[in-house]
Every structure is written in C-alpha cells, then in structure tokens.
C-alpha cells in the first residue's frame, strides 16, 4: 500500500510549480512560493527524499525524433498465474517502444502504450514480439489518430481537497 504524505499549502505550492517548469532553480522557485530559499530548498528535498516527486525528465517530441505512430495496445494472457504474469513483465521491460504499461480489471489483462516509427514497425512489435511469447493469448491495438490531452499536470487541488 502507498502511504500518502501530508502536504501543506507551501508544499502543494512548490509541486505546482515544479509541475509546470521542474528547471526552476530554488531561488526563483523560493520566489514564486514566497518562502526564503533556503526552506524552499529544504521543502523541495523532503519532497524528493519521501518520494513525491520522483524525478525530473525532459518531454521529447517523439513525431520530430521519428516515433510519428502512438498505440494503445490490450494484451490478454495465456494462463493467469504468476509465473506467467512475471514473464509478460519480462517481456514489456524489454521494449523499448512501451511507454506505459498497466495491469487492469475487465476483459483484457493489460494495457500498453506504446510509440514506434511507423505501421511496419508496429506489425513487428506485434507479430515478433508480442503474440508469439508463451504468456500472450490475444492481442488488440489500436493506433492514436489525435491527441487531445497529454502530460496533464497531476490535480494537486483535488489532493489537498481529500486530505
């Protein structure tokens, strides 16, 4: 189970703005929160160190970088045992066009998000990757026409809202 961590309204403050520029050094993130820099600086590292922000990345354009087709992809098993549920992890950790990957309820056992060049590529993902290893039973994809929302910042209002 997650534990969940209490934030105040200087916490929630700096996880916005992180949110929105995670380039922001302390002292103009200091300044957009009102704190000094140094308890900005103090805040901002216990909010590493206990996990709430995980980490800070770039977001690449992947249709300029050649990744122009984006799949949402519903894998069901063949058998649903652990062993099989352990070689099916195996196996997604090894793609690299596999942007998400998520375990659901319902008639499929996961859903996978995955971006690749073009049809051919996306053809052999498929028909060498997926549906012939021994923890696939079926597969169904489906290729993104266009996106209408994407890297939306987490909804921290809602969050201090539940606390």
Same mark, same amino acid.
């Given at each position: +189970?997650?534990?969940?961590?209490?934030? &105040?309204?200087? &916490?929630?403050?700096?996880?916005?703005?992180?949110?929105?520029?995670?380039?922001?050094t302390?002292?103009?993130?200091?300044?957009?929160?009102?704190l000094?820099?140094?308890?900005?600086?103090?805040?901002?590292?216990?909010?590493?160190?206990?996990?709430?922000?995980?980490?800070?990345?770039?977001?690449?354009?992947?249709?300029?970088?050649?990744?122009?087709?984006?799949?949402?992809?519903?894998?069901?098993?063949?058998?649903?045992?652990?062993?099989?549920?352990?070689?099916?992890?195996?196996?997604?950790?090894?793609?690299?066009?596999?942007?998400?990957?998520? =375990?659901?309820?319902? &008639?499929?056992?996961?859903?996978?998000? +995955?971006v690749?060049?073009?049809?051919?590529?996306?053809?052999?993902?498929?028909n060498?990757?997926?549906?012939?290893?021994?923890?696939?039973?079926?597969?169904?994809?489906?290729?993104?026409? &266009?996106?209408?929302?994407?890297? =939306?910042?987490?909804?921290?209002? =809602?969050?201090?809202?539940?606390?």
């Open positions: +189970m997650t534990r969940t961590i209490q934030l &105040d309204a200087f &916490d929630l403050r700096i996880l916005t703005a992180l949110q929105a520029d995670a380039r922001l302390n002292a103009e993130l200091a300044e957009r929160v009102t000094s820099a140094s308890q900005c600086s103090r805040r901002r590292l216990r909010l590493e160190r206990d996990g709430v922000v995980r980490g800070y990345r770039a977001d690449l354009d992947p249709a300029t970088l050649g990744l122009g087709v984006v799949v949402f992809t519903r894998v069901t098993l063949a058998t649903h045992s652990g062993d099989n549920a352990r070689r099916f992890a195996d196996l997604v950790r090894r793609l690299d066009c596999v942007l998400e990957a998520h =375990a659901l309820t319902g &008639d499929s056992d996961y859903l996978l998000k +995955m690749v060049p073009d049809l051919k590529s996306l053809s052999a993902v498929v060498e990757s997926l549906l012939p290893h021994e923890s696939v039973a079926s597969v169904r994809t489906s290729v993104v026409l &266009d996106t209408l929302k994407e890297g =939306a910042p987490l909804p921290l209002a =809602a969050s201090a809202r539940d606390a």
